[in-house]
Structure formats: structure tokens, C-alpha cells
């Protein structure tokens, strides 16, 4: 079992920059895929990034593509997602997730550990 804890949210301007955190305490960082989500006002959760157990494929939506970063350290169990250039879509809760295995990452289902959010508004 894994508990994951987000930070790192805020109030940004479009354009701006805004790097959030995600620290993983309980099993093995490194045992987990992990993912980063978000979910606005009156929308379903949607993927934004994912990252492999040990680092080596990560994977973006469009919508971030080229903008947003992710990465991750095994020895201090923290998940990071770099976002640069930010837009008013932009806008919502980001989430940590993770995952046993590294096949099927953009999908919401297969994540089992999830954190409470982080809230994003970038404002225009």
C-alpha cells in the first residue's frame, strides 16, 4: 500500500509556471507506475501524465504536450510534474495516482492509490 500526499498548486497566470509534488510514503516508491490527472468543474477526471516504475518512458496527453514535465526521484519518493506555459485550461484539481504495473497508464482504471488533489487556477 502506498499514501500519497500532492502539493504544489496555485493561483499562476496564463503563461506562467507551476511545479507540482506528489510524495509517496508506505511500500516501495519504485513498485508503482505513476500518474498524474485532472479534473475541472463539471468534467470527468482526464490523464495528463505518466511516468514508468523506473523512469524510463513517460507519456503526455496533447492538450500538455511540449508544456508539461514529468518526473520522478525513487530516493526521495516524490513524483514531480513540471507545467510551463500554463493556460486558463489548465485549470483544475491535479491528482497522484499509482499503479502496479507500467502497461495501460492513461487509464484511470488500474490506479489504486490516489491522493487528495491539488488545486490549479490560472487565470487569463
Known sequence: QVQLVESGGGLVQAGGSLRLSCAASGRTFSSYAMGWFRQAPGKEREFVSAISR??????????????????????????????????????????????????????????????QGTQVTVSS
Open 54 to 115: 523506473i523512469g524510463g518512458s513517460t507519456y503526455y496527453a496533447d492538450s500538455v504536450k511540449g508544456r508539461f514535465a514529468i518526473s520522478r526521484d525513487n530516493v526521495k519518493n516524490t513524483l514531480y510534474l513540471q507545467m510551463n506555459s500554463l493556460k486558463p485550461g489548465d485549470t483544475a484539481v491535479y491528482y497522484c495516482a499509482a499503479r502496479d504495473s507500467d502497461y495501460g497508464v492513461r487509464a484511470l482504471h488500474g490506479y489504486g492509490y490516489w491522493g
